[in-house]
T-cell receptor, first 111, second 111 residues
């Protein structure tokens, strides 16, 4: 049972490049989330999804897009990378009333 | 008012000390409560759920006060390995899709 798996673990992007952060879970969780965490700061919600085909914005959605075509996968897309998007990105999933499970994170640097 | 508020600390305590953290939440309809632990540069991991009757897991005790809308975490006989950031987490009931994380309380346990 792998839980929540994020890829890649590390990435360096140049300004203006695009990339997709992958997140997949094998626990059949309906709720999935993307957070970013800047150094010394708390988690900020980027986007979330309550099921396949349904997504919604969190606190800081600008510059990001998501899709949820299956229950298992919730990729996060950066279209035009900016230095302000340098951060650690965490994907999480849960059932309705249970705790959230996190992936190990993707450390992204935009230069 | 933030949905979930925690004292950011840091709390600096000697080994063997007892330390307590509080967390307040604004949504009185919130149903599920948790404490997570986050080590530096790692993903948050569930420490314990918080039940209405209070619950204990070894040196850790969590309590919920619905009337005053706060939860607490007590750590007895602190160990060096307890040094981490402790996150208070709330799952709201109404429209309960978003898992709300506090910004975290930093704990340093010193020899």
């Amino acid at each position: 049972n792998a839980g929540v798996t994020q890829t890649p673990k590390f990435r360096i992007l140049k300004i203006g490049q695009s990339m997709t952060l992958q997140c997949t879970q094998d626990m059949n969780h309906n709720y999935m989330y993307w957070y970013r965490q800047d150094p010394g700061m708390g988690l900020k919600l980027i986007y979330y999804s309550v099921g396949a085909g349904i997504t919604d914005k969190g606190e800081v959605p600008n510059g990001y897009n998501v899709s949820r075509s299956t229950t298992e996968d919730f990729p996060l897309r950066l279209e035009l990378a900016a230095p302000s998007q340098t951060s650690v990105y965490f994907c999480a999933s849960r059932l309705q009333s249970t705790e959230a499970f996190f992936g190990q994170g993707t450390r992204l640097t935009v230069v | 008012r933030k949905e979930v508020e925690q004292d950011p600390g840091p709390f600096n305590v000697p080994e063997g000390a007892t330390v307590a953290f509080n967390c307040t939440y604004s949504n009185s309809a919130s149903q599920s409560f948790f404490w997570y632990r986050q080590d530096c540069r790692k993903e948050p991991k569930l420490l314990m759920s918080v039940y209405s009757s209070g619950n204990e897991d070894g040196r850790f005790t969590a309590q919920l006060n619905r009337a005053s809308q706060y939860i607490s975490l007590l750590i007895r006989d602190s160990k060096l390995s307890d040094s981490a950031t402790y996150l208070c987490v709330v799952n709201p009931n109404t429209g309960g899709f978003k898992t709300i994380f506090g910004a975290g309380t930093r704990l340093f346990v010193k020899a």
